[in-house]
T-cell receptor, first 113, second 111 residues
């Protein structure tokens, strides 16, 4: 069975600081991995995805994530936080294309001025 | 493309009433997913369809919940009778290959 663990339900950074949101996964087969962002009162929006191509994946809004098989991790980073990045971020795993996603519990990112 | 469309966006109903949530997936997508999001339980998959056929409904809470997908462009999630603990935001998502695209959600309040 697949699962995702997001360490830290709340992360706070200063504007301009590095953003690092952690995600570890468990999967019995090579996984597909995703990061989604949810702004208040909105649906989830895809930030980026890993589908067994390049291990460093670049997404929208300056975010990127690196797939590390040895660490079973897929951490999300952004070099410089903006106030507009304040939202909840979800990591998700799937074991095949078109299959269901298993989501982590989410990390709420706050950005301090 | 208009994206995934859900209706209504907000629904307030009394306990015991029937509630029907509607979803129109993105044209050409062959998988459709229903999720529920609450503060206590986070994001839960209720059921998903592939080519209009239910594949996994193990997340449906109980017999009060039912979902249908009569054709590739429409799906419903019905709760009958509704209870206060069903209050949540219900999301529909569709996909074609890898990623899922989410609708804006229906915020359901059962009083």
């Amino acid at each position: 069975a697949q699962s995702v663990t997001q360490l830290g339900s709340h992360v706070s950074v200063s504007e301009g600081a590095l953003v690092l949101l952690r995600c570890n996964y468990s999967s019995s087969v090579p996984p597909y991995l995703f990061w989604y962002v949810q702004y208040p009162n909105q649906g989830l929006q895809l930030l980026l995805k890993y589908t067994s191509a390049a291990t460093l994946v670049k997404g929208i809004n300056g975010f990127e994530a690196e797939f590390k098989k040895s660490e079973t991790s897929f951490h999300l980073t952004k070099p410089s936080a903006h106030m507009s990045d304040a939202a909840e971020y979800f990591c998700a795993v799937s074991e095949s294309s078109g299959d269901k996603l298993t989501f982590g519990t989410g990390t709420r990112l706050a950005v301090r001025p | 493309d208009a994206g995934v469309i859900q209706s209504p966006r907000h629904e307030v109903t009394e306990m015991g009433q029937e509630v029907t949530l509607r979803c129109k997936p993105i044209s050409g997508h062959n998988s459709l997913f229903w999720y529920r999001q609450t503060m206590m339980r986070g994001l839960e998959l209720l059921i998903y369809f592939n080519n209009n056929v239910p594949i996994d409904d193990s997340g449906m809470p109980e017999d009060r919940f039912s979902a249908k997908m009569p054709n590739a462009s429409f799906s419903t999630l019905k709760i009958q009778p509704s209870e206060p603990r069903d209050s949540a935001v219900y999301f529909c998502a569709s996909s074609s290959v890898y990623e899922q695209y989410f609708g804006p959600g229906t915020r359901l309040t059962v009083t």
